[in-house]
């Protein structure tokens, strides 16, 4: 008899118990996860040097009539002809050491949810032992229950296996990457070029593979949410804390902003320990205050909402400066169509797996939440949904795998009750608990990293873990 190609759906809890995710996660996070630091930057390995560094002063002397006399050292022939290609060679590296970053935040994701189901696995035997061994002993109500809930829990067997194939494939993933650093290491040694547009494809085909699996991995739907895990007790009632969702895994520099409007100082801590410590931190000023709770950290720059104005701002760290602001077409403003609580909330900007997003409503929508899109680089609306959601009835909401979650309060007995599908433009009610323990939320976030919510709740910086659906093709299945 031959089976049906189902599409298998199983638990998989990504950040399972609180307990797991400190011991796993929060080790990264806090910076003891065996990489060496140094004044507050990961010890890096230089490949290339720069331009400035090919020619070094070497000796000087002054000759008889006066003249300056100098010894250089002067790079070889090779290196000046091909500067081009050097960059290119640096680029290409860059990309080979960023897929590596990422494929071990992938394994470890990888190795959780495996863990994972290999106890559901666990009990599915217990559960079948027992079935074998019932002789009579259980009512006939019992036996029919544990039957029901061994039928419930097969599926994982197939599931099982196929996180086993994936398991290997991210391992063959790992060589190619180790294979692939090596042919450029030799490459860059010899300054050649040879074999330079066949390591290029090598790498694109790398990135996809690498994008494809994180994208089966790394998605589903939201089905739990951990009991709160307090960080710290800091500042006043309001504010928001952040890390940077796209920087690599041994990057957990800590993003603080106290307030909720007409402020400018952020404060950027290096660690997540020295945040919990309150030590080792550097201000930022804001050119333009803020205003909100709403902002965000994506690839090296703030995004946040200008006060007064439905402008984007997007603020650079590194060079300390606005790179681009641009207005939000139809954007209610200066507590127009805040959440539940207040504080200026009009607009919120989130990042999950599938990039940048803006929350917020206009008077064409009747105050209901609008979800839309933005281009990072232009800060341009490349696609907006409508979800029919009243956003003054929303306590606080957040991305995941392209889903907008909303919750139905900002005080205690809050719970996530509403879920917009932008994939399908469709929604549905959830009942999903959500613990508010300091009972006044006014910063909620998803960081895809590290698959926990970020919240700024009464003064207290708190995480969350998530648990997750999520579905696994079984082969042949379109």
């Not at 603020?315 to 169509?337: C, D, E, I, K």
């Not at 590290?450 to 997750?468: C, D, F, K, P, S």
Request: aromatic share 10%; hydrophobic share 35%; with cysteine.
């Amino acid at each position: 008899m031959s089976v049906p190609l189902l599409k298998i759906g199983a638990v998989l809890s990504t950040m399972a118990m609180v307990t797991n995710w400190m011991s796993q996660t929060l080790p990264s996070l806090v910076g003891l996860n065996g990489t060496v630091s140094r004044a507050g930057a990961s010890e890096k390995i230089t490949l290339f040097q720069s331009p400035e560094e090919g020619w070094q002063l070497y000796t000087s002397a002054q000759a008889p009539d006066g003249k300056c006399i100098c010894t250089a050292v002067i790079p070889a022939q090779s290196t000046c002809s091909r500067d081009g290609r050097s960059r290119e060679l640096r680029q290409l590296m860059e990309k080979v050491q960023n897929v590596s970053q990422s494929m071990e935040v992938l394994e470890l994701r990888t190795y959780r949810d495996l863990q994972y189901v290999r106890s559901m696995e666990t009990l599915m035997r217990s559960l079948d032992a027992r079935l074998r061994g019932a002789d009579g002993s259980l009512s006939a109500k019992s036996f029919q229950e544990l039957k029901d809930r061994m039928t419930e829990l097969l599926p994982l067997s197939s599931v099982l296996e196929q996180y086993k194939a994936d398991t290997r494939t991210i391992v063959r993933l790992r060589e190619e990457v180790r294979n692939l650093s090596g042919s450029l290491a030799a490459i860059q040694e010899e300054m050649g070029a040879y074999g330079y547009e066949d390591l290029q494809q090598r790498v694109m085909a790398l990135e996809a593979r690498l994008h494809a699996c994180a994208q089966k991995l790394g998605c589903g739907k939201l089905t739990g949410v951990s009991n709160p895990i307090t960080v710290r007790a800091m500042g006043s009632r309001f504010g928001s804390w952040m890390t940077d969702t796209m920087a690599p895994s041994v990057d957990s520099r800590v993003w603080y902003m106290d307030g909720y409007y007409k402020g400018r100082r952020v404060l950027e801590f290096r660690t997540l320990g020295d945040f919990i410590k309150g030590q080792n931190f550097i201000q930022h000023l804001l050119p333009q205050p803020w205003a909100g709770t709403g902002h965000v950290v994506y690839n090296g720059s703030l995004f946040y909402n200008k006060y007064q104005s439905n402008v984007v701002v997007k603020y650079h760290f590194r060079s300390r400066s606005v790179l681009v602001q641009r207005s939000l077409p139809g954007a209610g403003y200066n507590n127009t169509f805040p959440y539940s609580w207040g504080g200026f909330s009009d607009m919120d900007f989130m990042v999950d797996e599938n990039g940048l997003w803006a929350v917020y409503t206009t008077n064409q929508n009747a105050g209901n939440i609008v979800v839309s899109r933005l281009d990072p680089h232009t800060l341009e609306v490349t696609r907006s949904w409508d979800t029919g959601y009243p956003k003054r009835s929303a306590g606080e909401a957040f991305m995941i795998c392209g889903v907008l979650y909303v919750t139905n309060s900002h005080l205690a007995g809050a719970k996530v009750y509403f879920a917009y599908f932008t994939n399908t433009s469709s929604y549905e009610y959830t009942d999903v608990p959500f613990h508010n323990q300091y009972s006044h939320i006014s910063m909620l976030d998803y960081n895809p990293r590290e698959r926990a919510l970020y919240t700024w709740n009464n003064g207290h910086q708190v995480l969350y873990n998530v648990t997750l659906f999520h579905v696994i093709s079984t082969a042949g299945d379109p």
